[in-house]
């Protein structure tokens, strides 16, 4: 449980990283950072690999790199379909 815990932590600051480098928030505020720094870990690391230092079990910058490329994404969606509207 502890665990669990751990990695929704590293998730979130992870994903709010990302947000931070790119400029842009994610959706629904902290959950929407925790999202993309646990989909970014598992997309970074699919692409990336696991190398460098690694915390609850996710590599810190292949997971930011992810998180990064998540961010964009989603941002650029989002932002697509409100000039839609």
């Known amino acids: 449980m502890l665990h669990l815990l751990w990695v929704l932590i590293i998730?979130?600051?992870?994903?709010?990283?990302?947000?931070?480098i790119v400029s842009r928030d994610m959706p629904l505020g902290w959950v929407g950072n925790i999202i993309a720094g646990l989909i970014g870990s598992?997309?970074?690391?699919?692409?990336l690999g696991s190398w460098g230092p690694m915390i609850a079990g996710?590599?810190?910058?292949?997971?930011?790199?992810?998180?990064?490329i998540l961010v964009l994404i989603?941002?650029?969606?989002?932002g697509t379909r409100k000039k839609r509207s």
């Open 58 to 68: 996710m590599a810190i910058f292949p997971s930011i790199i992810g998180a990064i």
């Open 42 to 47: 598992w997309l970074g690391e699919m692409v």
């Open 11 to 20: 998730g979130a600051v992870i994903g709010a990283i990302a947000g931070a």
């Open 74 to 78: 989603v941002s650029f969606v989002i």
